[in-house]
């Protein structure tokens, strides 16, 4: 089946540090990729779509110049936490979705990184 | 704005007790709907999905799900569950053109022996 890694699985880092997260699809090719946030308890909140090769689309109230998102390739997409504030800790799940034969294709997730910041 | 609820934080049922999961969302066009479970310490994996026709779809691991339309749900069931199924729920939709999935807060299932 579709296989999504995400990497770091963990990271603790002090504040004002940037974190770099990476999502790889590993046996398909992702044209699109979305990353999640989830806070204890509640559910995934989208925070942007992007599609390789394109700027990343944000959901509202998600800071683009705080959250960078890169999807250079159609196997991987990467997530940047610049100048990351204990505000930022979170659980943090990429996702992506097979887009090769146009029929409506479900979304792959990855095991989601935990950041937290002291 | 597409929005899923699920109304259980939290079920607890004894091993071989039937199980059924709900789901609502609020969505003003066509739906695709969605099941994953999350097993602790484990990333989230496709149950079942819906796109169109039968409305009782049939997951994996003897999970099924029936879309009712009129009432926006989207219930998961299992006629018998096992310690195994010990898991967290998310039911989730996405509309028309595969936009992204939207999920609900997630259920909690815990089968004590």
């Known amino acids: 089946g579709a296989v999504v890694s995400q990497h770091p699985s963990w990271v603790i880092c002090k504040s004002g540090t940037s974190v770099k997260i990476e999502c790889r699809s590993l046996d398909f090719q992702a044209t699109t990729m979305f990353w999640y946030r989830q806070f204890p308890k509640q559910s ?35 997530l940047t936490v610049t100048s990351a504030h204990p505000e930022d800790s979170s659980f943090y799940i990429c996702s992506a979705r097979d887009g090769g034969t146009g029929i409506i294709q479900p979304q792959h997730f990855g095991d989601g990184t935990r950041l937290s910041i002291l | ?63 099924e799900a029936e879309f009712i339309k009129s009432k926006f749900s989207f219930n998961l069931r299992k006629p018998s569950v096992q310690w195994s199924d010990t898991a ?26």
Not at chain 1, 52 to 69: M, N, P, R
Not at chain 2, 1 to 30: D, F, M, R
Not at chain 2, 88 to 113: D, H, M, Q, W
């Open chain 2, 88 to 113: 967290e729920y998310f039911c989730a939709v996405n509309g028309a053109g595969n936009t992204p999935l939207v999920f609900g807060k997630g259920t909690r299932l815990s089968v004590i022996a």
């Open chain 2, 1 to 63: 704005a597409q929005s899923v609820s699920q109304h259980n934080h939290h079920v607890i049922l004894s091993e071989a007790a039937s199980l059924e999961l709900g789901c609502n969302y609020s969505y003003g066009g066509t739906v695709n709907l969605f099941w994953y479970v999350q097993y602790p310490g484990q990333h989230l994996q496709l149950l079942l999905k819906y796109f169109s026709g039968d409305p009782l779809v049939k997951g994996i691991k003897g999970f």
């Open chain 1, 44 to 78: 995934l909140m989208l925070m942007a779509t992007s599609n390789e090769g394109s700027k990343a689309t944000y959901e509202q109230g998600v800071e683009k110049d705080k959250f960078l998102i890169n999807h250079a390739s159609l196997t991987l997409s990467t």
